[in-house]
């Protein structure tokens, strides 16, 4: 059974990585043709206010199921979530790492990252160059977290899209909105995971 504790973290991290990737579907939406009408920064207000919720997003009023979509909606698209989920929970440690009073060890932090792949991962080629055994010696030794941007969107997108590789106005605002929505989401989540790393102070 999962440790209570781990559950807590693994499900703050799914909620984000479930709401990033509703947010990528939203600009994908608007930049279609009949909706250059809708302000971008609705999505990313909504998005961030909480990045918890990814049903958050249904209240804008986005199609996001059928045509519209187009790609973004297949199947196959669905892998950039799980690499999503991934990219998130390898940073475990980093978060950890700025909360030095907290009590939860090493075995609780994997823990959460054992929830979140049985949930689902994918690092297709190893698009993502890191990985938890990586970060946790990053964190450890002091060493400065990589920067959390879009190069492995961008490699998968250019790797495995068809549609969404083609250079157009469509698919260079997702990617734009992209380069703004993942660093901000990092952020807004790893702030919220040392604020509940915080809640587990010494004993």
Avoid at 40 to 56: A, Q, Y
Avoid at 67 to 93: H, N
Avoid at 124 to 129: Q, S, T
Wanted: with cysteine; charged share 25%.
């Amino acid at each position: 059974m999962a440790d209570e504790i781990a559950q807590r973290f693994a499900d703050i991290i799914e909620g984000a990585s479930e709401s990033l990737f509703t947010a990528l579907k939203c600009c994908y939406v608007i930049a279609d043709e009949d909706f250059y009408n809708v302000n971008v920064k609705d999505i990313f207000r909504v998005g961030l206010s909480n990045i918890t919720d990814p049903d958050c997003f249904t209240y804008l009023g986005f199609p996001l199921e059928g045509e519209k979509l187009g790609e973004v909606g297949t199947p196959k698209f669905r892998e950039v979530l799980d690499i999503i989920r991934y990219s998130f929970a390898i940073r475990i440690p980093f978060a950890r790492k700025d909360a030095p009073d907290c009590y939860i060890k090493d075995n609780q932090i994997k823990q959460m990252y054992d929830i979140l792949e049985g949930y689902g991962f994918a690092n297709p080629d190893g698009i993502v160059v890191e990985s938890f055994k990586s970060i946790s010696w990053l964190a450890k030794t002091k060493k400065p977290e990589p920067p959390f941007d879009t190069e492995w969107l961008r490699s998968w997108i250019y790797t495995y899209g068809h549609d969404i590789a083609a250079i157009n106005n469509r698919n260079m605002f997702l990617l734009g909105c992209a380069d703004a929505l993942f660093p901000l989401y990092y952020s807004a989540l790893r702030e919220r995971l040392v604020k509940e790393f915080n809640k587990y102070g010494s004993i």
